[in-house]
């Protein structure tokens, strides 16, 4: 299935700032999700964050909170965050069935609201890049069997422009222009 930005909404779960410094790959799953966030919201798409136990993990890294200031925070206690009352009423009345999810720990915390999402009949996509745990290995088996589970792993470049479905539009020459240039010094390769 192809995401469509009338449809999606990005769930970054737990990217606290107590937490992160323990998790291999956290700054960049920070980074990743800030600048998919800031896509969204250029393209009025909701993005919302969650909390696990933020007396003792810390609130969300203050980045993302600065960098996405349209977001919807929510507390939880469940893992899954989708077991949250609350959580799930909202994601009803919100309209949007695909799901692009991320954060940490991926293994806990993101894989149990994805499995739940699924077993409520979402579509959940893994954003890969932006979903880490205190060990790399965790975060790749959380992916895996997400993926058996049936979400799709995209990467954010996949969503953007997934989202944009085209370039020739105001749309697309604003959120280019803004976000979609290269975030880091990897290397182009062509094959």
């Given at each position: 299935?192809?995401?469509?930005?009338?449809?999606?909404?990005?769930?970054?779960?737990?990217?606290?700032?107590?937490?992160?410094?323990?998790?291999?790959?956290?700054?960049?799953?920070?980074?990743?999700?800030?600048?998919?966030?800031?896509?969204?919201?250029?393209?009025?798409?909701?993005?919302?964050?969650?909390?696990?136990?933020?007396?003792?993990?810390?609130?969300?890294?203050?980045?993302?909170?600065?960098?996405?200031?349209?977001?919807?925070?929510?507390?939880?206690?469940?893992?899954?965050?989708?077991?949250?009352?609350?959580?799930?009423?909202?994601?009803?009345?919100?309209?949007?069935?695909?799901?692009?999810?991320?954060?940490?720990?991926?293994?806990?915390?993101?894989?149990?609201?994805?499995?739940?999402?699924?077993?409520?009949?979402?579509?959940?996509?893994?954003?890969?890049?932006?979903?880490?745990?205190?060990?790399?290995?965790?975060a790749r088996f959380a992916r895996e069997r997400m993926v058996r589970a049936g979400a799709t792993a995209v990467t954010?470049?996949?969503?953007?422009?997934?989202?944009?479905?085209?370039?020739?539009?105001?749309?697309?020459?604003?959120?280019?222009?803004?976000?979609?240039?290269?975030?880091?010094?990897?290397?182009?390769?062509?094959?």
């Amino acid at each position: 299935m192809r995401l469509k930005s009338e449809t999606s909404l990005l769930l970054i779960v737990d990217l606290q700032a107590g937490l992160l410094p323990v998790i291999e790959g956290g700054s960049r799953a920070v980074e990743e999700a800030i600048w998919l966030g800031r896509v969204a919201e250029a393209l009025a798409i909701p993005v919302w964050l969650t909390e696990q136990y933020p007396e003792g993990l810390g609130g969300s890294e203050p980045r993302l909170l600065e960098a996405l200031p349209s977001h919807r925070l929510w507390r939880k206690v469940h893992f899954n965050a989708h077991a949250e009352p609350d959580f799930a009423d909202a994601l009803v009345g919100s309209g949007k069935r695909q799901i692009v999810l991320c954060g940490s720990e991926a293994h806990i915390c993101v894989m149990q609201t994805g499995l739940g999402l699924l077993e409520a009949g979402y579509e959940v996509y893994w954003l890969s890049e932006a979903s880490a745990s205190r060990r790399a290995e965790e975060a790749r088996f959380a992916r895996e069997r997400m993926v058996r589970a049936g979400a799709t792993a995209v990467t954010a470049d996949m969503v953007a422009y997934e989202w944009l479905e085209r370039c020739d539009d105001e749309r697309f020459r604003q959120v280019h222009k803004r976000f979609l240039k290269p975030r880091s010094a990897r290397p182009v390769r062509f094959f």
